[in-house]
């Protein structure tokens, strides 16, 4: 975890909800559909998990269950 974190620093030190590095989420459904994925996951986010009106940032969760509803999207 210590590599991920640092490697995303590096290349994003400013996170990536502003970076032109990233897309956008195609729509509204979509966008909302992701972030209840994220919310409702019992895995512990580590990393990221901002928001923005149409994006969501690069986030890493780890423990996250096999049967989690964000695993079998």
Same mark, same amino acid.
């Given at each position: 975890m210590t590599a991920i974190k640092s490697s995303y620093s590096i290349y994003f030190p400013d996170g990536t909800l *502003?970076?032109? *590095?990233? !897309?956008? =989420?195609? %729509?509204?459904?979509?966008? +909302?559909?992701?972030? %209840?994925?994220?919310? !409702?996951? +019992?895995?512990? +986010? =580590?990393?990221?998990?901002?928001?923005s009106q149409d994006k969501i940032e690069l986030t890493v969760l780890k423990d996250v269950p096999v049967d989690d509803p964000l695993v079998k999207e």
């Open positions: *502003d970076t032109p *590095d990233m !897309s956008k =989420i195609v %729509n509204g459904n979509h966008y +909302k559909r992701v972030l %209840n994925l994220l919310a !409702s996951s +019992k895995g512990q +986010k =580590i990393l990221g998990g901002g928001h």
